[in-house]
């Protein structure tokens, strides 16, 4: 009967610690040659088409300010970032790149809803215009 309770034991502490790490989101890594990618677009130029590309694509989880805070972002596990902080703004146009396009968990993949490549490259551009 003892070995029977400490297995329970056992059980009902190794869910409780698989559950919360599986809240704690892993850390994003962004392959290198992905990290070192230039934008080939010129911020200044057709920063109107990312902002419209953001607003169909990205608004409704990012909220209209990129605060993580849109309509859709209750639906989303993960933590959708704060685009207007140091840390998120830090980052480089290859990795904001990446993250936009290739995606992971909750993050959609964008291949194919946007499979123009320099259309993400101006959502880029569009979310350096969301900083502090």
């Given at each position: 009967m003892k070995t029977i309770k400490t297995l329970v034991l056992i059980g009902i502490v190794s869910?409780?610690?698989y559950s919360f790490t599986?809240?704690?989101q892993e850390e994003w890594k962004v392959p290198e040659k992905y990290e070192?990618?230039?934008?080939p677009t010129d911020p200044s130029v057709d920063l109107d088409i990312g902002k419209s590309l953001y607003n169909?694509?990205?608004k409704s989880c990012h909220g209209k300010e990129g605060y993580g805070d849109g309509t859709k972002a209750d639906e989303v596990e993960g933590d959708l970032g704060d685009f207007s902080t140091a840390e998120f703004q830090a980052q480089s146009d290859g990795a904001l790149f990446y993250k936009s396009y290739i995606?992971?968990?909750d993050m959609p993949n964008y291949e194919k809803k946007m499979p123009d490549e320099e259309d993400?490259?101006?959502v880029v551009n569009y979310m350096r215009t969301l900083k502090e």
């Open positions: 869910f409780a610690l599986s809240m704690v070192k990618m230039k934008n169909k694509h990205c995606g992971r968990d993400v490259w101006l």
